[in-house]
Each structure stands twice: as C-alpha cells, then as structure tokens.
C-alpha cells in the first residue's frame, strides 16, 4: 500500500486520470486517504468531493465509472496518475473528457493494436486471422507483407487516397505481425526512428 503525503493541501492529494488505452488525460479530482482506499478496494475512482463535503465515486449517478487499471504514484507521493478504462463520457456535460477534447486514439493506436497481437501470439486463438499468420510461419509473414507493400505503391501511384489508406493500413497491421514473430515491437522502429532524427 502506497504511503502518500496527504500534509500539503490538508489532507488531499491531486489525482490526475488517465485512459490506459488512448493515453489521454480525462480529469483531475481530489482524494482524501478514504477515498484512495475506497479507489483500491473497489476497482472504481473515487473522490473526495470538495463542493460535496463527502466521498464520491465518478459514475455513482450516472453510471459513467472509472474503472482502475493502475496507480502511480508520483515522486514527492504527493500526487496520483491513475490509469482507467472509463465507461461512458467523463465529464458531466457529457464529454468524453474535462477538457472538452475527445478521448480518440491517436497514433497510441498502434501500442494499442501491438499489445492485441502480441496477445494472439500468446495465446493463439482458434479462428483468428492473426493467428492463422503466425501459424504459417515467417516467410509467408515476410510476403504478406512484401504483398501489402507492392498494393500500397500501386494506390500511391495510380490508385486513390481512400485506397491508398486502405494499403497502406494493411501493410502496418502485416509489419506489426511480421515484427511481433521475430521477437520485436513497433516502439523498436520508434525509437530507431528517433536516433536517426537526432
């Protein structure tokens, strides 16, 4: 258990909330150590509400719950980062986020689909299109994506946008595969990537 300084805004500590999945930053809320236990041992963000004068767990009314994927805690442990699947808009004008932003995936999609395949390659489920690809081993892998890349060309050169993104889709999803059966993950090309644009 997580031994927070709750001293510096008497008996509060910001907690900042944030999708697990798409990354973006949902709300800021206060708890008191109540309701950071209450956060623990129900799997749901709650708060102290400062209007309120009480506890309040998000979704209480309206069924919009934060669902706790993890804590963190920050390096004063005066300040939490807690990671959420959340159901529903956040905000309670209906938004998806407190800011008035949406909380789309933006190119953290592609963390988001490299952890889904690595779980097909884990566990290789029956009638999965990933799993038939790991199972018919690299180098149908490699021409797949040699295939998607020879379609990309064609749309880039002679064909549409839409199709082009279409190709162009196919060929990341079959690289992303590709890499994830030699033991590798798209963030490698990222950070490769960065070197060379350092």
């Avoid at 069924?63 to 005066?78: A, T």
């Avoid at 949406?102 to 299109?129: A, C, K, T």
């Amino acid at each position: 258990m997580a031994q927070l300084d709750y001293s510096k805004l008497q008996g509060l500590i910001p907690a900042i909330i944030q999708d697990a999945d798409t990354k973006n930053v949902l709300m800021l809320g206060f708890m008191n150590e109540e309701a950071y236990l209450k956060t623990v041992e129900s799997g749901k963000v709650t708060f102290f509400s400062r209007t309120k004068g009480r506890l309040w767990t998000k979704g209480e009314e309206s069924g919009h719950f934060l669902n706790v994927v993890s804590i963190e805690e920050d390096c004063d442990h005066d300040t939490l980062l807690i990671k959420v699947h959340p159901v529903g808009p956040t905000c309670h004008k209906g938004t998806d986020t407190c800011f008035g932003t949406s909380n789309d995936f933006g190119v953290e999609f592609f963390r988001y689909l490299q952890d889904f395949i690595s779980r097909r390659h884990e566990e290789m489920p029956e009638g999965s299109y990933t799993t038939s690809l790991f199972k018919s081993g690299v180098n149908r892998m490699a021409q797949k994506v040699g295939e998607e890349a020879v379609e990309t060309v064609i749309e880039a050169t002679n064909g549409t946008d839409d199709r082009l993104i279409y190709e162009a889709s196919d060929l990341i999803y079959h690289l992303i595969v590709l890499l994830t059966s030699k033991g590798h993950r798209i963030e490698e090309l990222a950070e490769e990537l960065i070197k060379r644009h350092k």
